[in-house]
Each structure stands twice: as C-alpha cells, then as structure tokens.
C-alpha cells in the first residue's frame, strides 16, 4: 500500500491539515484508539486569537512574555498574523463559535492574555465540538485502533510507517509523512490528557536520532481535581479563573496575592508553583471557589464542568472544589521549521502539540495551543503540496521487535512515580539525577518497545532538565539544592 500522505493522529492538528490536502491525494489518518481518545477532544476554555490588526502586537507580546524570552518570534507572529484568517475559515466552513443573542462573538478572557481574546464553543466544550466538526469535514480514510511503532527512514529520507494493527506490525508506504501525535501526558502520575498521549513517537524520534527541543518545558495545570481513579484527571478550566473564579486555603484566604499581584489572574505556572509551594508550607488543602457565579450562568457558561462536578458528588457553584495541579501540555517536542519540516529528514512532518515550532518558548499562553495546532497543520499541508516529490521506492522489513512484556505495565507505573515526584512542578538537581538514575534503570530491563518510548522520552526531559541550571518559564530549579 502507498500513500501520498501519511497523518499519524486524528486531533485538531492532524484534521486540519487533512481538510487541507484535497481529496484526489491519496492519504491516510492513522489513531491509535478510538477517534474521540485525544487531547483535543478534551480542551475546554478556547482559542485565543488576535481579535484584528491591531490586536496582533498585543497577542504576540503577551505571547513573548509567557515565553520568557525562549519563544521564536517569528513563529510567534506567524501564528498571530494567521489566527483571525484560521478562526474565520473554520466558521467558513460551519464552525459554530459561542455567540450572543445578536450574533456577536464572545470573546473571554484568560491567565496573562491581556484583553478578552479567546473564543469557545459549546460553553466549556470547545476542544469537543471543534474536534468533531473537523472529523465531519474529512474527506479522506481514517485507520483506528492502530499504533504508529516504528518511521521508515533511509539515507535522511522518510518512506511510511509500521504499524501496530491487532498485534500484528506492517508497513505502509508514503511519499510525506505528518507526525501529529499529541503530548506526552501518560509519563506522569497525574495529568489531564487523554490516556492514549503516552509520548510514542517522541520516543521513536530519540531511537532515530531525530531532535526533540525544549523537553524540559512541560506545562503543569494549576485547577485540576485529581481525587478521581483514573491517571486523567479533571481539569477544571483556566476561563473559570478568567470569569470570577477564586483559589482560597482551607480558611478561605486567597493566599495567590502574596505570590503575583495578579492573584487568579497570574499565569499558570506562577498559580501551580504557588499552590504548590503553599500547601506544602501550610499543610493547607487547597479549592477553588466558585461563589463568584450565578448559578444559571455558571450551569449554562460551564455545562461540562457543571455535570461532572455535580455527578461527582460537588453541589457548585456553591461549594468550593478540592484542587492540584496536575500535568497538562508538552511546550518542547519534535523540532520542526515553521512549515513543519523536520530537519534532516526528507518528507518528514510534525505539527501540534508534538511539534516544537518554539511558539510557546519557556511558557505557553493559554488557549495557544489548539491555535498553533491549526495554523501550523494548514502551512504543513500548503509546504507538502508544493514539495515535489522523486523518489525512488524502496521496501523495509517488518520489524519483529516485541512490543509488550507482562510486567511492562508495573513499570510503567513507576515511570509515572517518578516524574510525578521528581520532574514535575518544582524540581532538584538531586530529584533529576536521581529520575535519571532510575530511568536508566529500567532502560537495561527486558523491556517491549512501547515502554521504551516512553522511558526515551522522560529521559530526554530529565536530561533537558539538568541541563538547565536557572529556572525560566515552567522550568523551575530550586536552588538551595543545587548541587
Ligand atoms: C483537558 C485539556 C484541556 C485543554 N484545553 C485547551 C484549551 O482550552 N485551549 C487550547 O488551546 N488548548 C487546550 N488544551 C491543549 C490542546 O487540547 C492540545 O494541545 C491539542 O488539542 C493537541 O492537538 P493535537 O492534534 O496535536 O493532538 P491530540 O488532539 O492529542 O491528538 C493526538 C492524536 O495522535 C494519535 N496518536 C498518538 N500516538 C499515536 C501512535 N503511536 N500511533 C497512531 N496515532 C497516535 C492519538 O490517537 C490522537 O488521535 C487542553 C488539553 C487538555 C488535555
């Protein structure tokens, strides 16, 4: 079988370079799960765009400014000039934004953007409606239920995947190959992401020797309820923040002001790093107040949150909400060129939350992300389709690696321990060096390749990590423990 395009991955950034690629192409959109199992399909608060012209300076320096000097301003603009074009083609083609009764936009407001920019859909369901408007716009096959395991790659060229279909492998040729595979989320003991987001191609990228950038950057969620059974925990969206919602201890003293001036207001890692710190000085539980909502508002403005709270067991808006951070987004990735072009290998993509455009820098801005995601998938598809293709042909063999052991699982499991306690929120030279130590450990096992991508890839973070002496963004080192 052979493919003009191969996408692996079926989020909001695989989707749309799809819609982009018309249908006389020959592609193929590979999922690992079932379609809805993404990161995409879970986004609540929105997308931030820059309103108009005029609003492009301000988005970009508030951009720069969660980026804390390590965003590429290039990108960073790219993606501005392009977000009201993208916004409007996507209402084009269907998309239904929250509006007034007048038709209005709603614009709200989120952490460190400095204006109300950010569109949402379905009240806190953006991520949802958005992601199956795109999958009812696709022209093109899709394949579930089958894992991307290995990148046919010769001489700098790529030639197709092998995947992992009902346990058995094969391969499938293509002239382009786009990685749009998500984050990293199952590397942590807590988190927000799909539980499919387990870091695979990240891994397969360090067993090719294809360079991921920025794996210290991993972005943290300061709202999550995290006293659910599964690894995904419940976010509990930033635009709740943005409208009224406030963090209190267990006295109900918004303690976030002896932080940041900005209180709520501040960015996402100066709120974790607070609620960290505070209630690890405090001893303090720590919850967020919606008291500030009306509750038919707060029930028509935040419908998911409102049901899951309620069927949960929490009467809101009145009663305060118990909350953690938990891990949220992978800033750094596989490092690409702002067309999605994976230096030194040929007719290699990536794109989304897997890809490192340097958007986000040391920090990414709230509602970004599924920005990035689109802009960058339709100038991927634009580069793909001028790209011209030669190549000659050439067939790989199956690979009969194994892919899973019994015992992979315990591992894995303690793979999630470890990042939780030492490379998450607040790290250590000596919690970093003993995850690597650890890390290492587990590498030597008998191990299937599943597993190995994941430890290749927490091992790049921890090593990105150390090799980052000051705090910057969502990198913070403690000092005193330097050493
Ligand atoms: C709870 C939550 C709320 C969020 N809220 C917002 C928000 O309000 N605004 C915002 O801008 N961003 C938000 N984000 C971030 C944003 O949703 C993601 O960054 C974005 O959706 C990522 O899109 P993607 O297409 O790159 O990846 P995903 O949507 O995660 O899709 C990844 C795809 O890759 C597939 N895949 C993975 N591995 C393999 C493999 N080995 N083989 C084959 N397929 C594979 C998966 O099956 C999936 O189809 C939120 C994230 C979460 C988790």
Not at 77 to 105: A, C, H, V, W
Not at 285 to 292: D, E, F, R
Not at 393 to 403: A, H, K, Q, R, Y
Request: aromatic share 8%; glycine share 8%.
């Amino acid at each position: 079988m052979k493919y003009d395009v191969i996408i692996v991955g079926a989020g909001v950034a695989g989707l749309y370079a799809a819609l982009h690629l018309p249908s006389d192409k020959k592609v193929l959109i590979i999922n690992k799960r079932e379609t809805f199992k993404c990161n995409s399909f879970y986004a609540q608060g929105g997308i931030a765009l820059a309103v108009d012209d005029d609003d492009i300076s301000s988005h970009v320096k508030d951009t720069l400014e969660a980026g804390a000097g390590l965003c590429n301003e290039e990108a960073v603009l790219t993606m501005s000039e392009n977000s009201r074009d993208t916004i409007d083609d996507l209402i084009k083609r269907g998309f239904i934004f929250d509006s007034d009764d007048d038709g209005n936009l709603l614009y709200t407001k989120e952490a460190a953007h400095s204006r109300e920019r950010i569109l949402h859909a379905g009240g806190d369901a953006t991520g949802r409606y958005m992601h199956h408007f795109l999958l009812s716009k696709n022209l093109h096959p899709m394949l579930g239920n089958a894992r991307v395991v290995d990148l046919l790659i010769k001489d700098g060229e790529c030639y197709g995947v092998t995947i992992l279909d009902h346990r058995e492998s094969r391969n499938i040729y293509a002239n382009s190959v786009i990685i749009a595979s998500g984050g990293v989320g199952s590397l942590y003991e807590y988190h927000t992401n799909a539980p499919c987001i387990s870091a695979d191609l990240q891994g397969l990228c360090v067993l090719k020797g294809i360079k991921l950038e920025n794996m210290e950057m991993m972005q943290f969620h300061p709202t999550v309820y995290v006293n659910t059974q599964y690894a995904q925990k419940l976010l509990l969206t930033e635009a709740l923040r943005g409208e009224g919602a406030t963090i209190e201890d267990e006295e109900g003293r918004r303690f976030l002001f002896d932080y940041d001036d900005r209180g709520e207001l501040a960015s996402r890692d100066i709120v974790s790093k607070a609620i960290y710190d505070y209630s690890k000085k405090t001893g303090s539980k720590i919850y967020l107040s919606l008291k500030n909502f009306e509750y038919h508002y707060f029930m028509q403005r935040f419908p998911n949150i409102f049901k899951n709270l309620q069927d949960i067991g929490f009467n809101v808006p009145t009663q305060r909400v118990p909350i953690s951070p938990a891990f949220h987004y992978a800033i750094g990735g596989i490092k690409t060129d702002l067309n999605g072009s994976v230096p030194n290998v040929k007719n290699l993509y990536a794109i989304g939350e897997v890809a490192s455009t340097k958007v986000h820098g040391a920090n990414r801005l709230a509602s970004n992300s599924l920005l990035e995601g689109l802009v960058f998938a339709k100038k991927t598809a634009q580069k793909l389709l001028k790209t011209k293709i030669n190549k000659k042909f050439i067939e790989f063999d199956v690979s009969d690696e194994v892919m899973s052991l019994k015992d992979d699982k315990e591992k894995k499991n303690q793979l999630r321990k470890i990042m939780w306690e030492n490379v998450s929120i607040v790290r250590t030279k000596r919690g970093l060096n003993k995850a690597l130590n650890q890390i290492n450990v587990l590498l030597e096992r008998k191990i299937g390749k599943l597993l190995k991508f994941r430890l290749l890839t927490a091992k790049e973070i921890v090593i990105a990590a150390l090799a980052r002496d000051k705090s910057i963004g969502v990198h913070y080192i403690k000092k005193e423990d330097n050493n």
